[in-house]
């Protein structure tokens, strides 16, 4: 093989790597106050701010990526929380924090 060739595939090959790196999933921080906790589901329903990036403030159920998140919060905790997307849109919940004393979670 020349080293004409060699260059090629590997020139093409970095592309396809670096094409699956910018493919891969993207990251959102929000705050927001647990509403319910779904065991069952492995889903916790937050009020939740605006989401900068990817939605506005509203409340909905979001999946936690690992079950004994549930049980480190409890209703009417106001939690920050990292979000991931994957390629098909799907929200799941990464890392979450209970805030202290926090207020106007809403406003921020």
Same mark, same amino acid.
């Given at each position: 093989m020349t080293t004409a060739k060699k260059?090629?595939? =590997?020139?093409? /090959? %970095?592309?396809? %790597? *670096?094409?699956? *790196?910018?493919? /891969?999933?993207?990251?959102?921080? #929000?705050?927001?106050? &647990?509403?319910?906790?779904?065991?069952e589901s492995k889903k916790l329903t937050i009020s939740h701010g605006p989401v900068k990036g990817? %939605?506005? #403030? /509203?409340? /909905?159920? *979001?999946? &936690?990526a690992y079950p004994e998140m549930l049980s480190d919060v409890n209703i009417g905790n106001t939690i920050k929380f990292t979000l991931?997307?994957?390629?098909?849109?799907? =929200?799941?919940?990464?890392?979450?924090e209970i805030i202290e004393n926090?207020?106007?979670v809403m406003a921020e």
């Amino acid at each position: 093989m020349t080293t004409a060739k060699k260059f090629i595939i =590997l020139i093409s /090959m %970095m592309f396809i %790597m *670096f094409s699956s *790196f910018t493919a /891969m999933a993207k990251e959102y921080t #929000a705050k927001g106050t &647990v509403n319910e906790i779904k065991s069952e589901s492995k889903k916790l329903t937050i009020s939740h701010g605006p989401v900068k990036g990817l %939605m506005g #403030a /509203m409340k /909905m159920d *979001f999946k &936690v990526a690992y079950p004994e998140m549930l049980s480190d919060v409890n209703i009417g905790n106001t939690i920050k929380f990292t979000l991931d997307e994957d390629k098909k849109g799907n =929200l799941t919940i990464t890392d979450l924090e209970i805030i202290e004393n926090s207020e106007k979670v809403m406003a921020e």
